[in-house]
């Protein structure tokens, strides 16, 4: 009888017991998960519940500046220099200038004084990018940037002054610098964003970089400087950069008048190659036309740690040899990923030998995948040059696909 009573009495003070009884600082954890508007909503439901969206470690804003404007600068001013470890802010209804250097203000405030650890700004202005003053960001906690359609100046891409920022990922950014820097950053996402340097390219110094992915990159390639620590580097260029020649998309049409960015390629040994030649894992893609890759290879760095390397079509030019160069420069290569998926215009070239490079050294090369939408006489012509390198057929693997392999 005694037990009975006992769980009959447990059973009504979980029933007495509600929400607004747990602690602090599980109220704030509970309230995190929701944006400003709604976190600021709780305030209602009782006294406990008034000022605990004051005090969470989240920031979520969601919404048209003119709707959150007082409500930011409230939370700011009752949040005091406490800390917010993840600030997730996406606007709309950017028209006015006044709006930019509202959200500005927000963010240099929440940076510096909040001691934010992930930072995350969606602009979704139609036509037009938010605009960051030109000033660096300063912060000895800020670890993660996330920022989408957001124009950059010089000064806020040193990040310098940010010792603890490991990862960075830019979407659809337009970046007006002349050179992007951070010793401690480990990861770089840079995908449809436009690096306008006037009169060089945007240089990059990532030394401790582990991490990067560049994808169909507006106006031209930035220069990657040395990066010893890197282990994985994915570089996609599409049409809509401008590094290629209509003269000669072997590159050097030696014509002052080209426009395309040749003349402005003989300036440096290396834009990409020698920034990417300590990874084991690489992919560069780009649309035949680009001169990137093959400029970089008439100087072709060691690839001493490459284990798995994938191209698609545009090594196809002088009779392979730039493929042939790569392959003899990366000593311990163990995969090789062809993707054939457009059928280039010739294979060879009236140029071919501007290479002269030997035959490679295949020791340890386990394997050779060749994806194409079918094994059409100019794949199977590809497949007997590689032969001619000394590659086995016996580990050449055709696989037949219409669809891009989602090789990373």
């Known amino acids: 009888m005694g037990d009975i009573n006992k769980r009959k009495k447990l059973a009504q003070e979980s029933c007495n017991f509600g929400i607004s009884d747990l602690p602090d600082d599980m109220l704030e954890h509970i309230v995190s998960f929701l944006s400003l508007n709604e976190a600021v909503r709780t305030c209602v439901l009782s006294k406990n519940w008034s000022y605990i969206w004051k005090f969470v470690p989240t920031l979520h804003i969601s919404d ?11 939370f700011l001013r009752g949040h005091g220099n406490t800390a917010i470890i993840v600030c997730d802010i996406e606007l709309t209804n950017l028209e006015k200038v006044e709006m930019h250097d509202m959200i500005d203000t927000w963010i240099f405030h929440i940076v510096n004084l909040c001691h934010v650890q992930e930072l995350k700004v969606i602009s979704c202005i139609v036509d037009d990018f938010l605009k960051f003053r030109d000033q660096a960001l300063i912060s000895k906690h800020l670890r993660r940037l996330e920022l989408d359609k957001v124009r950059l100046q010089a000064s806020i891409v040193d990040f310098s002054t940010c010792p603890a920022l490991e990862e960075i990922d830019l979407m659809f950014c337009w970046i007006e610098a002349n050179y992007i820097i951070s ?6 996402i840079a995908v449809e964003c436009e690096f306008d340097s006037v009169g060089a390219r945007t240089h990059i110094s990532v030394p401790n970089l582990i991490f990067l992915k560049l994808t169909d990159i507006w106006h031209y390639t930035p220069l990657f400087e040395a990066m010893p620590s890197l282990e994985v580097g994915y570089v996609s260029l599409g049409e ?30 290396s834009i990409l190659l020698e920034g990417l030649s300590n990874a084991s894992y690489l992919e560069l893609l780009s649309e035949p036309s680009m001169f990137i890759f093959d400029r970089d290879l008439r100087r072709c760095p060691t690839f001493r740690n490459l284990r798995t390397l994938i191209l698609n079509e545009w090594f196809l030019v002088a009779n392979l040899h730039g493929l042939a160069r790569v392959l003899h420069n990366s000593p311990i290569l163990e ?20 290479y002269q490079v030997e035959h490679p050294l295949l020791e340890t ?35 037949e696909s219409q669809m891009h392999p989602d090789v990373i």
């Open 64 to 74: 048209t500046v003119d709707k959150c404007n007082s409500l930011i600068d409230n």
């Open 183 to 188: 010793k401690s950053l480990k990861r770089l």
């Open 240 to 269: 809509d950069c401008l590094d290629y020649c209509n003269n000669n998309k072997s590159w050097g049409c030696d014509n002052v008048d080209c426009g395309f960015g040749c003349t402005d390629g003989y300036k440096y040994d």
């Open 335 to 354: 995969e090789l990923n062809l993707l054939l998926l457009e059928e280039p215009k010739e294979v060879v070239e009236s140029n071919g030998d501007h």
């Open 365 to 399: 090369l386990k394997e050779v995948k060749v994806n194409c939408e079918r094994q059409y006489m100019w794949v199977q012509e590809i497949i007997n040059i590689l032969i001619t390198f000394g590659i086995s057929p016996e580990i050449i693997i055709v696989k």
